[in-house]
């Protein structure tokens, strides 16, 4: 496992369409939302550390269901050197923990590479025009709920619904780096 943070792309820039299979079934691209507020979450199945933040990305989601707020799970990781991560592993992943987001498969890893996701989790925070207003960490305690005392993309996310400014002070997140194929 290779820890590392994430990079820090230039605030503001606008935010690469996609057109990626969910777990579910359905396509999902980014032109076809609507939605205010879109959270793209580089995630996969193996990762402890997204394993550790799961339930929280899980109650995130519900806490903003009634909002205009769409978020993506994406997996980039390669699937053939990394089969827990595979698109069957990831359905039942999705099944089981009942995921309130489409959970997509980047087979190609073309999205992870022009998003510039360099970990898992990795987030990007896009307003209604889908500039990025944040990117960074999901809290201030990977590993325990018990010490989390700055909901950072939570807040963020506030925020945009709530027409103020996303603070520019943004934390990487930090994890383990995604798996590109060879």
């Known amino acids: 496992m290779v820890l590392l943070h994430s990079e820090m792309t230039q605030l503001g820039a606008k935010a690469p369409d996609f057109a990626l299979p969910g777990t579910d079934g359905h396509q999902y691209s980014l ?24 339930d929280r990305l899980i109650n995130l989601t519900n806490a903003f269901e009634d909002k205009s707020v769409q978020f993506y799970g994406i997996s980039a990781n390669d699937v053939e050197n990394y089969p827990e991560d595979n698109f069957e592993n990831m359905k039942i992943l999705a099944e089981e923990k009942h995921l309130p987001f489409p959970y997509l498969l980047d087979e190609s890893q073309e999205t992870a590479r022009i998003y510039g996701a360099v970990c898992t989790p990795d987030f990007f925070v896009y307003d209604k025009a889908r500039f990025l207003q944040y990117r960074g960490r999901l809290d201030d305690s990977w590993d325990d709920t018990s010490k989390v005392s700055h909901e950072d993309l939570k807040n963020a996310i506030s925020n945009l619904l709530n027409q103020k400014l996303v603070s520019q002070e943004q934390k990487p997140s930090m994890g383990c780096s995604i798996k590109w194929k060879k």
């Open 31 to 54: 032109s076809s939302c609507t939605n205010d507020v879109v959270v793209i979450m580089f995630i996969c199945n193996h990762c402890p550390y997204v394993k550790a933040i799961l």
